[in-house]
């Protein structure tokens, strides 16, 4: 489901409202299990090297109301490379988050953990731990006019706990997704 500052968008366990316009408005999106994608426009000058790509977001796992202990993988592609997983330790809501507007309740997912996807020369990091080997080079960022990114859960993943994310007006960190590209 989804959820503006104006209250629900559309209705929860229909995937047809991820279409509506309005979902633009979502400031909180969650799902118990598959993967969203988003399309960022590519600005970066053309014949230049791309140093670095990261990915900022508040996440955390879904459960029906809440767990704290309800683990979930959580997987970044860009441009169609998985550049790893993260566990995300819980589904957070035994407090109210910071920004919460008054419409969202209480008893539901409440914040999560700013977690940061960096993808360097070396290899992928989340907030600050290697994850995996794939090379920011790999994501063939300068191949077309947008990058896109998917955040989700793998089909066989261990923990298949589903996922929230934050926009700016909910969780505790006044932001929205944010995709850095260095050159």
Not at 114 to 121: A, F, G, I, L
Request: overall charge negative; aromatic content about 12%.
């Amino acid at each position: 489901g989804m959820f503006s500052l104006e209250g629900p968008v559309g209705n929860e366990d229909a995937e047809y409202c991820f279409y509506y316009p309005e979902r633009m408005k979502a400031g909180i999106l969650w799902t118990s299990s598959g993967y969203v994608e988003y399309k960022f426009s590519n600005g970066v000058p053309q014949n230049r090297r791309i140093k670095r790509v990261s990915l900022s977001a508040e996440i955390c796992s879904e459960a029906p109301g809440y767990r704290e202990d309800w683990k979930s993988d959580i997987t970044l592609w860009v441009n169609g490379v998985d550049c790893g997983t993260w566990t995300c330790p819980g589904d957070f809501g035994s407090r109210r988050g910071r920004l919460n507007p008054p419409s969202w309740p209480n008893g539901k997912t409440q914040h999560g953990i700013q977690v940061v996807w960096e993808m360097r020369p070396d290899g992928a990091y989340v907030n600050g731990a290697q994850i995996s080997d794939v090379t920011v080079d790999r994501l063939e960022i300068m191949r077309r006019p947008y990058v896109a990114v998917k955040i989700g859960n793998k089909p066989d993943a261990v923990h298949e706990g589903g996922f929230n994310i934050f926009g700016r007006h909910f969780g505790d960190y006044n932001q929205d997704i944010i995709l850095t590209i260095e050159y």
